[in-house]
């Protein structure tokens, strides 16, 4: 099984080479005079992004109708004759911005290419900005534009800064208006966007008007250079005079301990697995540490998250939300902001329903549940990489509708705070005061097993005189983990708030009614032998288990709490118990429901293969090359078992 990933290309602090490769095109009124790309080419790749595009995302329809998408298409191809590279590339942009995720989106940097492919060179203006709440600033350049940190940004070519945002805003991905804000400053300044959306006359360079920090006005001309000219600051040194939040910028986890407030600080860079230390690791350290120091406060920064592996992070989930002392209301804080997104997010839903954290920051560049797991369409002509999302993650519940995760503790970021290195986010956590629930008495009849969905169970349990409601859930790669785990309060009417803001329960009759955020619905009380999946798979009941999700999948076609990845997880569960004639059977049913899935044959060749079944291990895998000849797991176990 193949699972992609997504990272954010940029971070807090960055580096550019100092060098003046500027690219070649130039500009009479607002027509490239050296087009390298001819309008028949440019029509081809259209009409192959129109074609192909609904084959790879998930849902791409979700935002803006099929018909505008076409109508949009037909009119562009109307237009292409008296249109530049840079232009038709910004309408490019703005359609796949249209889909209307922040996974979904052009390969401007080049990242994933990992196997070297011909790709649309893209050129960049070496400045780097973030929009403060008090403005647009320039916070790092290369080296010949270093009189232009701090200031605040007013006008590009002469035209409002306010202005070019809102001309720039429509070719940019993203999730929410956070997402939004951490991507519109690095769009423009990619020297093809400013110039085809109008904004420079000539792509080769830009005039930026900024107030310096003496107050007085200052333009200066800008040149454009290769993206691949661009590198990342290692992060090794330069950590003298930074808040916490920018320190340690190579490491993906780290700890300090604040002996003056006795609080535990933990940053959580990136969603990943660090090779010179493990998150296994990582975690027992901290768990060692924690269980042997004063600590009243924990505060764990991902504000700075840019995502990475949703499957590396459950250590870390469970260190945080089983240690009694770390999770307790009012002393356990996650700081969150908008470059917290996609495995980041899927972190920051983990630790909202497992855990009694106290939100603070801004809100959070990706919604709770989202599409992700990009994966490339290359334009034929012009070689422009389309990243299209393949994957609709449902890491809360399918009712809940939030753009982002909010914080309950709101903080925004100025200028001069950023430039002073100050950390207000962190000051206001440290100043925080919460105020208690009063717990009540507990109410013993809503405790029992209910039906959550058609393949879960909700639990509600006593434990030192406190109820408790868990849900689990099977994940991706097949570990049966909490999907919810809170304490139950009880609240006048009957009702029960939780450690999950927005979350209620209120029993009714001998069932439950739960409310999230207003929506609310029925759980039944399980009068009967419900078994999950998994359990059916325990007990070797692999066809039952199968059947129940066939006929889940049949009967509820818009229960997105039951796709191509859950399903497989459920097949990996199975194959991690050596359960072999489950997982094939839970495999198999994945390649009935999803036969255009490469993934789902790869996982099914890898189950024949663990159990013995050469041939159908070389049938199945060969079928997952067929559909995705990159699939260069599945071509070397190919070339081994075919030898």
């Known amino acids: 099984m193949t699972r992609n990933t997504f990272f954010r290309i940029f971070t807090a602090i960055m580096l550019f080479i100092a060098v003046s490769s500027v690219f070649s095109q130039h500009v009479s ?79 401007i940097f080049n ?84 110039n085809g959306l109008g904004i420079t006359n000539n792509p080769d360079e830009m005039e930026i008007t900024v107030i310096n920090k003496s107050g007085n006005e200052l333009t200066t001309k800008l040149i454009a ?120 997010s899927y972190l920051t839903t983990k630790l909202e329903f497992n855990t009694k954290a106290i939100f603070a920051g801004e809100p959070t560049g990706a919604s709770p549940n989202h599409y992700g797991d990009n994966r490339p369409l290359i334009l034929p002509n012009s070689k422009v990489e389309v990243r299209l999302s393949s994957i609709f993650w449902q890491n809360s519940f399918p009712v809940d509708k939030r753009k982002s995760t909010d914080p309950q503790i709101k903080v925004e970021l100025s200028s001069a705070d950023y430039f002073a290195g100050k950390d207000p986010v962190l000051e206001a956590v440290l100043n925080y005061k919460y105020e208690g629930n009063n717990n009540g008495n507990i109410n013993n009849s809503v405790k029992g097993v209910y039906l959550y969905s058609p393949i879960q169970s909700l639990e509600i349990t006593e434990e030192s005189g406190m109820l408790k409601m868990k849900v689990m859930q099977m994940d991706f790669v097949g570990r049966n983990v909490s999907f919810i785990t809170t304490g139950l ?21 001998s069932d439950l009614k739960i409310n999230y955020m207003g929506s609310e619905w029925v759980v039944k009380r399980s009068e009967g032998d419900f078994k999950t999946p998994q ?17 889940t999948k049949l009967t509820n076609p818009s229960y997105q709490g039951l796709n191509e990845n859950t399903i497989n997880g459920i097949g990996y569960y199975a194959l991690g118990k050596k359960n072999f004639d489950g997982a094939i059977a839970i495999f198999s049913l994945n390649c009935d429901l999803y036969p255009e899935s490469w993934n789902v044959y790869d996982s099914l060749g890898e189950a024949y293969l663990m159990a013995g079944n050469t041939m159908m291990a070389v049938e199945n895998y060969k079928k997952s090359v067929e559909l995705n000849p990159e699939n260069k797991n599945g071509k070397k176990i190919l070339d081994n078992l075919t030898k």
């Open 29 to 107: 009124g607002n027509k490239t005079a050296q087009n390298k790309i001819s309008e028949d080419k440019w029509g081809e790749d259209l009409n192959y992004l129109m074609k192909e595009m609904p084959k790879i995302h998930i849902d791409p329809y979700n935002h803006t109708s099929k018909e505008n998408f076409e109508l949009f298409a037909e009119v562009l191809k109307s237009k292409l004759k008296n249109m530049s590279d840079n232009e038709v590339l910004c309408q490019v942009a703005k359609l796949t911005a249209m889909i209307g995720d922040g996974h979904t989106a052009l390969n």
């Open 225 to 344: 250079t290769e993206i691949s000219n661009m590198q990342h600051n290692s992060g090794a040194s330069d950590d003298n005079g930074l808040p916490l939040y920018m320190k340690n910028e190579a490491k993906n986890y780290w700890f300090e301990y604040l002996k003056d407030n006795k609080t535990l600080y933990i940053n959580y860079k990136r969603v990943l697995n660090d090779p010179a230390d493990s998150l296994k690791y990582f975690c027992k350290r901290l768990d060692e540490f924690i269980n042997s120091n004063d600590i009243e406060r924990t505060v764990i920064d991902i504000r700075n998250n840019g995502g990475g592996n949703n499957a590396t992070c459950q250590p870390f989930v469970n260190l945080i939300s089983n240690n009694k002392k770390v999770n307790q209301k009012g002393k356990l804080f996650i700081i969150i902001g908008r470059q917290t997104f996609s495995a980041a």
């Open 489 to 509: 309060y009880p609240e006048a009417g009957g009702s029960f708030g939780t450690d999950i803001a927005g979350l209620k329960i209120i029993p009714v009759n």
């Open 535 to 551: 359990q059916l798979l325990d007990e070797g009941r692999n066809n039952e288990a199968a059947d129940l999700l066939k006929e």
């Open 111 to 194: 990242f994933h290419n990992s196997n070297n492919n011909t790709a649309y060179r893209f050129h960049i203006f070496p400045i780097m900005m973030y929009q403060f709440s008090d403005g647009m600033f320039i916070t790092g350049s290369s080296p010949q534009y270093n009189e232009l940190k701090g200031c605040k940004v007013i006008k590009i070519n002469g035209k409002a800064i306010e202005e070019v945002i809102e001309t720039v805003k429509p070719i940019v991905p993203r999730d929410n208006e956070y997402s939004l804000k951490f991507n519109l400053p690095y769009y423009m300044v990619i020297a093809e966007f400013m």
